[in-house]
């Protein structure tokens, strides 16, 4: 069943956002939902926000590049296996190790279990950026509900597990 791309309307998911959690720097993307509004709120609040930047060769890179508004993310050409790619800014690429300073950190996911094991696309990409992630780093799975909660995912020695899932009805904290 195909889903189709949905906008998430500004401050949906932006009201939900832990309050105790200040985030100068934020990492947020998700395959198919739009963060919009949560970029919005984030900017709005004066939160340093860091976008990835996945590079254009077949090899993945782990940079990043900061956003300082929503008109500057541009659409990227599709992936050599014809996958989407998440929006981009023009701006500089930043090192891997800038995640360093990410208090929230928003990362995509096809399913969540709810031990907070991740499945994404199989690459690693986002679980060799989260090397570079704060032990302090609040790290938040983002997907649909019928992807949140599934039953127990396996469990690769690389994979990074995420401390809460995020979906467009609903804010889960792991304890």
């Given at each position: 069943?195909r889903?189709p791309?949905?906008p998430?309307?500004p401050?949906r998911?932006?009201?939900r956002?832990?309050?105790?959690?200040?985030s100068?720097?934020?990492y947020?993307w998700?395959?198919?939902?739009?963060?919009?509004?949560?970029?919005?709120?984030?900017?709005?609040?004066?939160?340093r926000v860091l976008?990835?930047?996945?590079?254009?060769?077949?090899e993945?890179v782990?940079a990043w590049?900061?956003?300082d508004?929503?008109?500057?993310?541009?659409?990227?050409?599709?992936?050599?296996?014809g996958?989407?790619?998440?929006?981009?800014?023009s701006?500089?690429?930043l090192?891997s190790?800038?995640?360093?300073?990410?208090?929230?950190?928003l990362v995509?996911?096809f399913?969540?279990?709810?031990?907070?094991l991740?499945?994404g696309?199989?690459?690693?990409?986002?679980?060799r950026a989260?090397l570079h992630?704060?032990?302090q780093?609040?790290?938040i799975?983002?997907?649909?509900?019928w992807?949140?909660?599934?039953?127990?995912?396996?469990?690769?020695?690389?994979?990074?597990?995420?401390?809460g899932?995020?979906?467009?009805?609903?804010?889960?904290?792991?304890?």
């Amino acid at each position: 069943m195909r889903v189709p791309r949905s906008p998430v309307k500004p401050n949906r998911w932006s009201r939900r956002l832990p309050a105790e959690q200040p985030s100068p720097r934020t990492y947020p993307w998700a395959r198919s939902l739009r963060l919009d509004g949560v970029l919005e709120r984030l900017l709005s609040q004066g939160r340093r926000v860091l976008v990835p930047r996945l590079g254009s060769s077949k090899e993945l890179v782990c940079a990043w590049s900061e956003l300082d508004a929503l008109e500057r993310l541009h659409d990227m050409p599709r992936s050599a296996s014809g996958g989407l790619r998440p929006r981009e800014p023009s701006g500089p690429a930043l090192a891997s190790d800038s995640l360093r300073q990410a208090e929230l950190i928003l990362v995509p996911a096809f399913a969540i279990d709810s031990h907070g094991l991740r499945l994404g696309r199989g690459a690693g990409w986002y679980d060799r950026a989260l090397l570079h992630a704060s032990p302090q780093a609040t790290i938040i799975g983002v997907c649909w509900p019928w992807e949140a909660n599934v039953h127990d995912l396996p469990r690769d020695p690389h994979d990074v597990p995420v401390g809460g899932i995020l979906t467009p009805e609903s804010l889960t904290i792991f304890d």
